[in-house]
């Protein structure tokens, strides 16, 4: 199964050249995330107040076409893999059909005092395992 996120191209969004700028699909896709665990029952606030939360890793991301100035867009998220104390997202952009972005994004779940890897919690791990699957 797979999560999907409406997102719109704002001008803060874009650089000189009137595209996204490429870290920015970064946030459009930190922010389908957020959504996702919240539709899951997962605040990260209140996870940071319980103690853990989620720290990315490292990124693989490949841009394949523009996105431009009040496009609307669609985020997806799937789990490729979760561990233990980690987990792989693989994302997608779209707009319309077409796929404009793709990305491998690894998150581990830590201690906040510590930032030390700690077990994802068991309700989350569990509520995640729906979403593993192709995009």
């Not at 009137?18 to 997962?42: C, P, W």
Request: proline share 4%.
């Amino acid at each position: 199964m797979e999560f999907k996120w409406p997102a719109r191209v704002y001008i803060e969004d874009t650089d000189a050249g009137g595209i996204v700028y490429y870290v920015n699909y970064l946030k459009f896709m930190e922010r389908a995330r957020t959504e996702f665990l919240r539709h899951l029952g997962f605040d990260h606030a209140e996870m940071i107040k319980q103690g853990t939360m989620f720290v990315i890793h490292s990124t693989e991301i490949h841009y394949r076409e523009p996105a431009c100035l009040d496009d609307e867009l669609v985020v997806s998220v799937v789990i490729d893999e979760i561990k233990r104390t980690h987990l792989t997202f693989r994302q997608q952009i779209f707009r319309g059909a077409t796929r404009i972005t793709e990305a491998k994004i690894k998150g581990a779940c830590v201690r906040k005092n510590t930032m030390k890897p700690c077990v994802i919690p068991i309700p989350l791990a569990e509520a995640l395992q729906a979403y593993i699957g192709e995009q």
